[in-house]
């Protein structure tokens, strides 16, 4: 993966991340300490969500990984995922929009696919790491999905001046034009090819983004993008996209830029 100065280039994006991000290139120097570990992040009062975070030297941006219920910052996949990024100068936070008493409840109450109670949580949890000492100087990223792929454009909506850049993996995007249109991150969606029950809604959130944006399917792979060599495709799109926007110029100076890469 090249470090992103100007406009990525396309050419080779499925071959993998190769972590050629070197420490310290990060922009404004920024040098904070490696501390890494365990978290928790107010979001309300009396609730706090529990993550790991991870910050390279030299950090480019910060990414947040969101996957909604059921989901667990400890979870081998995500956590892959997070040091696929992070070998890319990226840091990242790995967090659980859910208590541990709402996942042991989310049978009996509307909690599975709230994705308006998972937007306003991930909204905060972008507040705060631009507040918190490791990542005050570094620009928010959003990587949803499943149910976290719809709360990051949701959340992108509600309060677009907390981020930066935003990528959707998978998950359904069942949401009106009207929130869609309201988000004024770059985003970028990827999709598996072999996932037709999310193609068709893919394209019509595509459609509906005013913001920046691309689209990129990925052939032969299914949701969860664990065919061969999918999520090392899936990464490099989303490091190379992060990468870009968490490094350039804040996105209210950038000129508008539309692309579909299908």
Same mark, same amino acid.
């Given at each position: 993966?090249?470090?992103?100065?100007?406009?990525?280039?396309?050419?080779?994006?499925?071959?993998?991340?190769?972590?050629?991000?070197?420490?310290?290139?990060?922009?404004?120097?920024?040098?904070?300490?490696?501390?890494?570990?365990?978290?928790?992040?107010?979001?309300?009062?009396?609730?706090?969500?529990?993550?790991?975070?991870?910050?390279?030297?030299?950090?480019?941006?910060?990414?947040? /990984?969101?996957? $909604?219920?059921?989901? #667990?910052?400890? +979870? =081998?996949?995500?956590?892959?995922? &997070?040091?696929? %990024?992070?070998? *890319?100068?990226?840091?990242?936070?790995?967090?659980?929009?859910?208590?541990?008493?709402?996942?042991?409840?989310?049978?009996?109450?509307?909690?599975?696919?709230?994705?308006?109670?998972?937007?306003?949580?991930?909204?905060?949890?972008?507040?705060?790491?631009?507040?918190?000492?490791?990542?005050?100087? /570094?620009?928010? $990223?959003?990587?949803? #999905?499943?149910? +976290? =792929?719809?709360?990051?454009?949701? &959340?992108?909506? %509600?309060?677009? *001046?907390?981020?930066?850049?935003?990528?959707?993996?998978?998950?359904?995007?069942?949401?009106?034009?009207?929130?869609?249109?309201?988000?004024?991150?770059?985003?970028?969606?990827?999709?598996?090819?072999?996932?037709?029950?999310?193609?068709?809604?893919?394209?019509?959130?595509?459609?509906?983004?005013?913001?920046?944006?691309?689209?990129?399917?990925?052939?032969?792979?299914?949701?969860?993008?664990?065919?061969?060599?999918?999520?090392?495709?899936?990464?490099?799109?989303?490091?190379?996209?992060?990468?870009?926007?968490?490094?350039?110029?804040?996105?209210?100076?950038?000129?508008?830029?539309?692309?579909?890469?299908?």
């Amino acid at each position: 993966m090249k470090r992103q100065g100007s406009r990525r280039s396309d050419e080779g994006a499925g071959k993998g991340v190769r972590g050629l991000v070197a420490p310290g290139e990060g922009p404004a120097a920024y040098a904070a300490p490696v501390q890494n570990g365990e978290v928790r992040v107010p979001v309300d009062e009396g609730v706090e969500l529990r993550g790991i975070l991870h910050v390279p030297q030299g950090a480019a941006g910060v990414v947040v /990984l969101a996957r $909604g219920h059921g989901s #667990s910052r400890r +979870g =081998a996949r995500d956590l892959t995922v &997070a040091r696929l %990024l992070q070998a *890319e100068g990226l840091a990242t936070l790995a967090v659980d929009l859910l208590t541990a008493a709402e996942e042991e409840a989310w049978r009996e109450r509307d909690l599975r696919f709230n994705v308006g109670l998972f937007a306003g949580r991930l909204a905060s949890v972008a507040r705060w790491l631009r507040r918190a000492p490791r990542t005050s100087g /570094l620009r928010v $990223g959003y990587l949803g #999905s499943y149910t +976290g =792929a719809g709360a990051a454009l949701a &959340a992108a909506a %509600l309060r677009p *001046e907390s981020v930066d850049a935003v990528v959707c993996r998978g998950g359904r995007l069942a949401m009106s034009s009207t929130v869609l249109s309201r988000v004024r991150a770059p985003t970028l969606l990827i999709v598996g090819g072999d996932d037709t029950a999310a193609l068709e809604p893919h394209r019509r959130a595509f459609a509906a983004l005013k913001a920046e944006k691309r689209m990129e399917i990925i052939p032969g792979a299914t949701h969860r993008f664990e065919e061969p060599g999918a999520q090392a495709q899936m990464v490099e799109f989303a490091g190379l996209w992060f990468l870009q926007h968490l490094s350039a110029p804040r996105w209210e100076t950038q000129p508008e830029s539309h692309a579909l890469g299908v």
